[in-house]
């Protein structure tokens, strides 16, 4: 009865709990929401430029999806070309990054280490992040020219004959996007792995030391389990800056994605589409199946890497 | 500590303010001139003098991957809305797709507004500025014949012979080309220093423009000339496999280089040339020039009024000083080494027996690229040219150098074209 009372005549806090939040929910809308149901909304018209001529917008229904995914003269479909590109630039990139990152993360944060000058280790490892991308690549490119240091070194050395081309060679361009991805994000996923471990109880830690695991028990049985959350959340907003790589290659290869458009990401394509002829029915279609890849590989990563995760909780909440 | 940076913040805003007061206050009138390079902007800043209250303002964007055309047709289709002294008032825009804009009405007829004396001019320079009614939009400051510029040094290596008649007569066939890549290979030189350095030879004299009637891309029998050729010189190691403004063609015109051949107008000796002219590691004077297998030409900057322009008469000024004033198309070949506009001026330095280029060991430059304009044609040319010969060379690169066969990267050109230029047809 009392309970029922109060909240007829009591004073609801609850608004200011929607008040404070509804900056977030209108930007949101404004440049997030809208946004993309527009690129929908786009994606189903003929709208482009040809020279100073604006031709369109004409509704053509799912035309831009067919012919995105209509093959070429050779037989190759243009945009599950890039879209393999994409993912094998991410996974290259990736992998080393996460590991890398969970080996500093548990060593930083390692109490029986305890290593000395920490705050310095952090800031040079989070440093590549710092400079922009199209800078770093700039200087990638430069570095890895056919008359740039790297090929100097490697001539007058002897290690090689003659000058190495390593932007029109496959494996290299697509190892110096990776690992240039790589300097450039393992440091803050490092930052997010030990925010992850010191949330983790000491006392855990001490307690499986002294029921006598080693240093790999500790870590496989205990870090990561109780790290899982944090790193889905590292391994999914990685992919989905993965799936949207773009600066680094494009500068790299000068938008071009040589050799044979092997390095072109899929937002590089939607870049083709937005260059010159202003396609944004083209555009706007890439960017619906990207949304549509970027949606799926969240879900399905989500799924498996938080499975165990999710399980464990629910095995403890049954206790 | 906090209230120093209270202060210096308080300091910066009211600093932010004055300035912001200061610039709004001078109402002069406002110039802006886009281009893709600084090449002019170096020349007006030198020979043109700005009435006083002018103020111009240089909009620059590099034309690679289209992003000066890019830049241009925002500015030209947000003209009848922008402030007066937001207004594009000139631009530069070079052969390749000067056709864009001189046939659409963004442009305006430069006679109305005073530019009527094309007396001096080579007739191709107006003709490209012409739209199909024969309205003149616009005018070139160069004439752009394009030689053959080779190092005298290694033609007497290979040929046993230097000077340019000489070496013309034993050039001027691409069969003869050919044989002598052959000669230069076997004493250990290159023929040219980038697969796509002949591209321009060939292009210029194709009889079918890119995109016929019906807008089918075709490919002109030029073009296949080209490649079939390129193919070859990169196969026997006539040539490198570099691009054609990439570092490792330009270090070929070092003292140290190998290369005997590049082709290039008057404008490439100072805007390309820059490793052969330096002081210690260059060969100035181990250069000379003859027109070489077949003539063309390359390039050239062409100013146009844009319609809706607030300047117009300094505008008319500004082209009129640079095609018709004697005194500046003079310093132009003079001291700029440019082959300018002008055919009284240039006959001027083609007849006088003391002028000869300290570059070219001592040779008459002029006068070579005068006899030249005779066989300039201003023909097939589209609205597309720039990023179509750009998207070949670049698709074809991927073949040259081994990476895919000839289909494959004509494919990876046909892609590229799509994304471009939907409107084309592709094969």
């Not at chain 1, 494996?171 to 925010?195: C, E, K, P, Q």
């Not at chain 2, 005997?260 to 000796?269: H, K, L, N, T």
């Amino acid at each position: 009865m009392k309970r029922k009372k109060l909240k007829e005549s009591g004073v609801s806090y609850a608004k200011w709990g929607y008040i404070f939040i509804l900056p977030f929910f209108i930007a949101y809308t404004l440049f997030t929401l809208i946004p993309q149901l527009m690129t929908l909304y786009n994606s189903f018209f003929e709208n482009y430029r040809d020279g100073l001529m604006q031709i369109g917008p004409n509704f053509v229904g799912l035309k831009n999806f067919v012919t995105l995914f209509s093959p070429d003269n050779t037989g190759s479909i243009g945009m599950l070309k890039y879209m393999g590109n994409t993912i094998i630039l991410w996974v290259l990139g990736a992998v080393p990054q996460v590991l890398v990152a969970l080996l500093l993360a548990v060593l930083f944060t390692s109490y029986r280490l305890r290593l000395k000058a920490q705050p310095f280790f952090k800031t040079v490892i989070y440093m590549p992040n710092l400079i922009m991308a199209s800078a770093f690549s700039m200087l990638f490119f430069t570095l890895f020219s056919p008359v740039g240091p790297v090929n100097q070194v490697l001539v007058s050395s002897g290690i090689a004959e003659k000058t190495i081309d390593f932007l029109s060679i496959k494996v290299s361009v697509r190892a110096l996007i990776a690992l240039m991805n790589f300097l450039m994000w393992f440091g803050n996923t490092t930052i997010l792995l030990m925010a992850g471990i010191q949330g983790i109880d000491q006392c855990l830690f001490e307690a499986a030391e002294i029921d006598g695991a080693n240093s790999l028990q500790v870590f496989f049985r205990v870090t990561l389990p109780l790290l899982a959350p944090i790193l889905v959340y590292t391994v999914i907003t990685a992919m989905i800056g993965g799936l949207q790589m773009f600066d680094v290659p494009q500068v790299l290869t000068n938008a071009k994605g040589t050799p044979d458009r092997t390095s072109m990401t899929m937002v590089m394509y939607l870049n083709n589409y937005l260059q010159t002829s202003k396609n944004y029915g083209m555009a706007g279609a890439v960017s619906v199946v990207l949304f549509i890849v970027s949606a799926g590989l969240s879900l399905f990563v989500y799924n498996t890497l938080s499975k165990p995760y999710k399980e464990e909780t629910k095995k403890r909440n049954r206790i | 500590m906090k209230k120093i940076i209270a202060l210096v913040l308080a300091l910066v805003m009211v600093f932010a303010l004055c300035a912001c007061g200061g610039s709004s206050a001078k109402s002069g009138k406002v110039l802006n001139i886009y281009a893709w390079n600084e090449e002019f902007k170096g020349f007006f800043e030198k020979y043109y003098k700005v009435p006083d209250g002018v103020t111009v303002n240089w909009v620059i964007t590099p034309s690679d991957n289209g992003a000066y055309q890019q830049k241009l047709d925002e500015a030209l289709m947000n003209q009848s809305k922008a402030k007066a002294d937001e207004k594009v008032d000139m631009f530069l825009a070079e052969a390749d797709y000067i056709l864009k804009y001189v046939n659409s009405d963004a442009t305006q007829d430069i006679t109305k507004i005073g530019v009527t004396d094309f007396s001096n001019t080579y007739a191709y320079t107006v003709q490209a500025a012409s739209d199909p009614n024969g309205v003149v939009k616009g005018v070139s400051f160069q004439c752009c014949p394009s030689a053959l510029i080779y190092r005298r040094s290694i033609a007497q290596d290979v040929l046993g012979v230097s000077e340019p008649d000489e070496v013309q007569a034993k050039l001027d066939s691409w069969d003869k080309f050919e044989a002598v890549a052959a000669d230069a290979k076997a004493k250990g030189y290159y023929m040219t220093a980038s697969f796509a350095e002949t591209f321009r030879v060939f292009s210029n004299n194709c009889s079918s423009p890119w995109v016929d009637s019906g807008n089918n891309l075709q490919f002109d029998p030029q073009i296949n000339a080209w490649i079939e050729q390129t193919d070859k010189f990169i196969s026997n190691g006539y040539t490198l496999t570099a691009g054609i403004w990439d570092q490792e063609k330009n270090d070929q015109m070092f003292k140290s280089g190998k290369t005997m051949c590049f082709f290039g107008p008057a404008w490439y000796f100072n805007f390309c040339m820059g490793n052969a002219q330096d002081p210690d590691n260059g060969c100035s004077g181990d250069w000379a020039i003859c027109e070489g297998p077949a003539a063309h030409f390359w390039g050239g900057t062409w100013l146009l009024a844009p319609t809706g322009t607030d300047n117009a008469e300094l505008v008319a000024d500004i082209m009129n000083t640079f095609i018709n004033n004697e005194e500046v198309c003079t310093a132009l070949v003079a001291n700029e080494a440019q082959f300018s506009n002008n055919q009284a001026v240039n006959a001027k330095f083609a007849s006088d027996p003391n002028y000869g280029s300290a570059f070219l060991g001592g040779q008459n430059d002029v006068a070579v690229f005068s006899e030249m304009t005779d066989n300039i044609v201003w023909k097939n040319h589209t609205i597309y040219d720039q990023l179509l010969n750009e998207g070949l060379q670049n698709a074809l690169q991927d073949y040259f150098k081994g990476n895919v066969d000839k289909e494959k990267a004509l494919q990876n050109f046909y892609n590229y074209v799509n994304e471009t230029y939907p409107t084309i047809v592709i094969p």
